[in-house]
């Protein structure tokens, strides 16, 4: 049963069951802080592929093949499976996991994709749409780059307030079984531009959408940050994450206490050169299904809202010089 | 409430209604064999913006505006928007619907994006996560030109194979109050790659996909194609549409004589020169939301099955001579 709280979160009274779930990262983030984390590292930026595009397709088809290997479930179990990426027709997804056939439903959101297919998942198991729903997501550094900003051969430099694309997937398998982690609710974020267009500074343009997303479900849920363990963004890095912080100030909530930021956590920033953290569909995703659910299995952590941002941007758009609209998704998790 | 029905499909219960829909179309379509049927035409191709991307986007919101204001809603009781096309980023959908502040949830199945937003304002208004979804898609001839092929100046030859890509947009507005047309099922689509190459032969890509959607459709209700009016398929075009007869044939179902195909119906290929019929997100969502539902509407078609199919290509892909999954979503419309 789905029940509409407040003007636009939606409560799971079942909360469907996060039943597996899996992390697969590249070589550089298996040097950052969560190295113990995740379940498959790709050493190799081409995982034995031809392209990088085929590469990322690769780190997709792993996360599912051992989200579902984890929880003993088999992919011709799936109904659905809601997946995106940062690729031009969003084709690491569907390329990654063609070879599955799974009714496929491609999602785009841009870095907050996670959350939506997450989202899309829970509604279709609790609404009896789907028995068994997965979400999966990725990017891919070398992909990424040489999509949106130069051959890697040109040798960028980079600015200060840039994000690093994470290499990672990142996959949860929901249903209606026994669990641990459960779906208590969800809400789906509204596109906010406030006139951000550097494109090299994605956290202040996203900054907003996740304020914006976080204050309406705290609003709708009557809660307040300290209800919570953990209030994670998906990839605000550290310049949208203080923009974040003094956005919900202005509306009389003080975040700083219980917020994190996967684009914070994944890296070492100290020693590995990228500047104000990580970004990516793979980022929050492989953040999520690493430390945060294993926390969450283990007892450490309870009762966490996760909100993915995403930057609605392209390399057309930032070449036409217009704005950056973005979106948050939020998903609230919690544990028996 | 909803059921799910043999493998693969998904029943609605109470099956949500389609309140209000709308279209637009491009010049060259207003000279088609649809031009009565479009609410709005939009003869010049930047229609008063700077770029091509920018039209498109306002092909959207005017779809969107117009759905609306049809049924007699506002935007801001829309509790969520599900959205999609084909340029990079799905940027026409973002920069389209920002203004409207409507959580905004992206669709990516190509050019099977309008059924899959049907799908999804389906599910989630007959589930009770929304009271009021839209699923709104686009396509823009020359943006899609300049993105996928070659610069309009460049003056492209094109193979007999080709399909033009339509300028158009198409809005439905789902919810659960009174109406004639009505959602009952929905069938979500497997990718399917038989290895097809050819990106100016998509309608041999796709009609696989059709295929298998529409035969396993057919499988888990027990139902012909003589019960239906209407069979529409996306975008096949006439080579596609060959290929899926055979397909089907193959299997012992003769789909002939009920089955018509979007992108056969918006042109006048006889004067057009459109070689093989339309594509594009547009082709479909515009056709369904003109001549289609008009016909429901006005009782002359009672039971149809909609298959928007995608080729689930990029010209990234293209370019590294990978091959063209396709996938096809189905949703079945009928009135009380």
Redo the contacts between chains.
């Keep these: 049963?789905?029940?509409?709280i407040g003007s636009?979160t939606?409560g799971f009274e079942n909360r469907p069951a996060i039943l597996g779930y899996a992390s697969v990262a590249g070589k550089k983030e298996s040097e950052g802080l969560l190295s113990n984390f995740f379940d498959r590292i790709i050493y190799d930026e081409y995982n034995g592929k031809?392209?990088f595009?085929e590469a990322e397709s690769s780190l997709q088809a792993e996360a599912l093949r051992l989200a579902l290997e984890k929880c003993g479930r088999h992919a011709n179990e799936l109904?659905?499976v809601f997946a995106?990426d940062?690729?031009?027709?969003?084709?690491a997804s569907?390329?990654g996991?063609?070879d599955f056939?799974?009714?496929?439903?491609?999602?785009?959101?841009?870095c907050s994709t996670m959350a939506?297919s997450l989202?899309?998942a829970a509604?279709?198991v609790?609404?009896?749409?789907?028995?068994l729903a997965a979400g999966v997501t990725s990017s891919h550094f070398c992909a990424a780059q040489r999509?949106y900003r130069f051959p890697l051969e040109y040798g960028e430099v980079r600015t200060p307030t840039a994000q690093w694309t994470v290499t990672g997937s990142g996959c949860c398998v929901l249903g209606r079984g026994e669990s641990k982690i459960r779906v208590a609710a969800a809400?789906?974020?509204?596109?906010v531009?406030l006139g951000v267009t550097d494109a090299n500074n994605m956290g202040a343009a996203m900054a907003p959408a996740a304020a914006d997303t976080i204050l309406s479900f705290l609003r709708d849920t009557q809660t307040v940050p300290s209800d919570y363990d953990l209030i994670l963004t998906g990839d605000l890095g550290l310049v949208g994450s203080r923009n974040l912080y003094d956005i919900a100030r202005q509306e009389g909530v003080d975040l700083r206490q219980v917020h994190n930021d996967c684009g914070l956590m994944i890296y070492d920033r100290e020693r590995q050169d990228v500047h104000a953290g990580g970004s990516g569909c793979g980022c929050c995703a492989s953040v999520l299904c690493s430390k945060i659910l294993r926390g969450m299995e283990s007892g450490t952590l309870r009762n966490i809202l996760f909100i993915a941002t995403g930057a609605?941007?392209?390399?057309?758009?930032a070449g036409?010089k217009?704005t950056i609209?973005s979106?948050a998704?939020l998903i609230h998790l919690t544990t028996n």
Tied chains: 1, 2.
């Design positions: 049963m789905i029940n509409r636009r939606i031809e392209t595009e109904n659905a995106g940062l690729l031009n027709q969003c084709t569907c390329f996991l063609k056939h799974i009714p496929f439903l491609g999602q785009y959101g841009a939506q989202l899309m509604v279709f609790e609404s009896g749409a789907a028995n999509q809400t789906p974020g509204k596109i531009d609605l941007l392209s390399a057309t758009t036409q217009k609209p979106v998704h």
